[in-house]
């Protein structure tokens, strides 16, 4: 294979690659305008409104509720510390499994 050769397969595959990205790139702005119109309300412009100025700054006083009359729990001292620990449950019983007669063997080959 020649240098002039290789030097138009190495442009041919650097206008290859060119295009994919662009295309790539021309896909994507495709998809995104096309779910942008997927949802209602949405019409790809983007609408700007602008704020009016506030003419006066009205200052508004804000009354908040004192806290509410909660009566004490009645009984005082309801709960009792116990007389003694609570025991542990006793530990399960172990069955045994029967012994096998012969050792399993594995398959070979």
């Given at each position: 294979m020649g240098s002039t050769?290789?030097?138009?397969?190495?442009?041919?595959?650097r206008a290859a690659r060119w295009t994919a990205g662009l295309g790539?790139?021309?896909?994507?702005?495709?998809?995104?305008?096309?779910?942008?119109h997927a949802f209602k309300g949405h019409d790809g412009r983007k609408a700007t409104t602008t704020a009016a100025p506030a003419a006066?700054?009205?200052?508004?006083?804000?009354?908040?509720?004192g806290p509410d009359n909660v009566p004490a729990i009645s009984g005082g001292g309801s709960l009792?510390?116990?007389?003694?620990?609570?025991?542990?449950?006793?530990?399960?019983?172990?069955?045994?499994?029967?012994?096998?007669?012969?050792?399993p063997v594995s398959g070979g080959s």
């Amino acid at each position: 294979m020649g240098s002039t050769q290789r030097d138009r397969l190495v442009q041919g595959v650097r206008a290859a690659r060119w295009t994919a990205g662009l295309g790539a790139a021309g896909l994507t702005a495709a998809f995104s305008v096309a779910a942008a119109h997927a949802f209602k309300g949405h019409d790809g412009r983007k609408a700007t409104t602008t704020a009016a100025p506030a003419a006066t700054k009205a200052t508004h006083r804000v009354s908040v509720p004192g806290p509410d009359n909660v009566p004490a729990i009645s009984g005082g001292g309801s709960l009792q510390s116990l007389q003694e620990a609570p025991q542990s449950a006793p530990p399960p019983q172990q069955q045994q499994a029967p012994q096998q007669q012969a050792p399993p063997v594995s398959g070979g080959s």
